[in-house]
């Protein structure tokens, strides 16, 4: 089952209308970041961004245990528009145990 989201107003919505995120746009108004909280923990569960404005986004973390954390980091390091290189602390110790690189995106 996938979930349905909706912005409005740099505030993100989840389908059932609560709020579980914000967003920001660039000066031509398309998306640049958004980070949730789908939890209500207080702390951020992904965030994901465009940091070179071109529409794709380039970079994403996601807190996978609601500690605070973010335990994995994605990055499209050559810009094509998927993401190819990732990191992963699996023990959630704050080292990255797992990096992988995949020039031909995950």
Known sequence: MSENYQFANGTVYGAN???VGTY???AT???DSVSTDED???AVDTI???TDHNGSFE???VDTNADGYGE???LDTDNDGDFDTSAVDTNSDGTYETVATDPNGF
């Open 59 to 61: 970079s994403a973390m």
């Open 72 to 74: 994995t980091i994605l």
């Open 17 to 19: 209308g609560q709020v």
């Open 24 to 26: 920001t746009t660039d």
């Open 48 to 50: 994901i961004a465009d």
């Open 29 to 31: 108004g398309q998306i």
């Open 40 to 42: 209500h923990n207080g």
